[in-house]
């Protein structure tokens, strides 16, 4: 079975300072990956997605998140944060179902500080 | 263009009350899922319709969900004999196709259950 394990339940960084998120895969087939992003109160956006193309993937607001097949690994980096980027993030697997049934990890609460 | 909705965007029940929650999917997208999210379980899938079609139902916790899609368009998901263990979010997603990889889900800003 498709799983993703989020490492940090919260992360704290200051404006300026780069964020990174991490995220930890198991799929017995090449997965699809994505980060969503979901703001107090408000709808689950998507940032970006990782469908075998370029393991480099870049997503909105200068989010970007690298897949590493030999780590297993599908980390959310940012140069620089932006009180706006306080949010929580979720890491997601699409299990091999038939269809685009969505696996969502636990999340990650950002905290951006002045 | 508009994004999916859903209504109501907070219900207050009594336990053992019937409740009906409501997803208008985007316009011309054939799949449409539901999720819930819940302070013990995160975020976990419940069902998906292509077309009018659930051909999956295994994700609903019990007897007592069940969900209906009419018209390719809006979907309905009625819980039953609510319980307390039912409050949490029920998210709603769409997408233009269904079952390829590449395919973006784009989620409504959901409705919250709480029973009292």
């Known amino acids: 079975a498709q799983s993703v394990t989020q490492l940090d339940s919260h992360v704290s960084v200051s404006e300026g300072t780069p964020v990174l998120l991490r995220c930890n895969y198991s799929?017995?087939?090449?997965?699809?990956l994505f980060w969503y992003v979901q703001h107090p109160n408000k709808g689950l956006q998507l940032l970006l997605k990782?469908?075998?193309?370029?393991?480099l993937v870049k997503g909105i607001n200068g989010f970007e998140a690298e897949f590493k097949k030999s780590e297993t690994s599908f980390h959310l980096t940012k140069p620089s944060a932006h009180m706006s980027d306080a949010a929580e993030y979720f890491c997601?697997?699409?299990?091999?179902?038939?269809?685009?049934?969505?696996?969502f990890g636990t999340g990650t609460r950002l905290l951006v500080s002045p | 263009g508009a994004g999916v909705s859903q209504s109501p965007s907070n219900k207050v029940t009594e336990k053992g009350k019937d409740v009906e929650l409501r997803c208008d999917p985007i316009?011309?997208?054939?799949?449409l899922y539901w999720y819930r999210q819940s302070l013990g379980q995160g975020l976990e899938f419940l069902i998906y319709?292509?077309?009018?079609?659930?051909?999956?139902k295994s994700g609903l916790p019990s007897d007592r969900f069940s969900a209906e899609r009419t018209g390719g368009s809006v979907s309905t998901l009625t819980i039953q004999r609510t319980q307390q263990e039912d409050s949490a979010v029920y998210l709603c997603?769409?997408?233009?196709?269904?079952?390829?990889?590449?395919?973006?889900?784009?989620f409504g800003p959901g409705t919250r259950l709480t029973v009292l």
């Open positions: 997601v697997v699409s299990a091999n179902t038939g269809f685009q049934k969505l696996v």
């Open positions: 997603a769409s997408s233009l196709k269904l079952a390829t990889s590449t395919d973006t889900q784009y």
């Open positions: 316009s011309g997208h054939t799949a």
């Open positions: 990782y469908t075998s193309a370029a393991t």
């Open positions: 319709f292509q077309g009018n079609s659930a051909p999956d």
């Open positions: 799929s017995s087939y090449s997965p699809s």
